[in-house]
Nanobody
Framework: QVQLVESGGGLVQPGGSLRLSCAAS????????MAWDRQAIGKERESVAN????????TYIDSVKGRFAISRDNHRDMMYLQMNNLKPEDTGVYYC???????????WGQGTQVTVSS
């Protein structure tokens, strides 16, 4: 069964940084586009950043452009989200996401909490 395990969340002050990690297993990681989604309390889940299977292409929602960077290591089956200059509105649960590909469905990890507060 597909496994996606997030780590690296926590409490950080505004302006601080965090690096989220996602350890993937039980599927061919290098074949799938991946993403980080987040969900704040009372809000819909949104896709924060996406990365192509080989890591050549990335996209971001406007609110995080210039502050967040998504990356992946296909040799280690790992994905990362470097988050800088964090703001209170970045608070939420961040999910590692396997996007659908070649008939295989999307899959979400359990999530890691990020709280930006002074």
């Amino acid at each position: 069964q597909v496994q996606l395990v997030e780590s690296g969340g926590g409490l950080v002050q505004p302006g601080g940084s965090l690096r989220l990690s996602c350890a993937a297993s039980k599927f061919t990681f290098s074949s799938f586009p991946m993403a980080w989604d987040r969900q704040a309390i009372g809000k819909e889940r949104e896709s924060v950043a996406n990365i192509s299977s080989e890591g050549a292409y990335t996209t971001y929602i406007d609110s995080v452009k210039g502050r967040f960077a998504i990356s992946r290591d296909n040799h280690r089956d790992m994905m990362y989200l470097q988050m800088n200059n964090l703001k209170p509105e970045d608070t939420g649960v961040y999910y590692c996401v396997r996007r659908p590909y070649s008939g295989a469905p999307a899959y979400w990890g359990q999530g890691t909490q990020v709280t930006v507060s002074s």
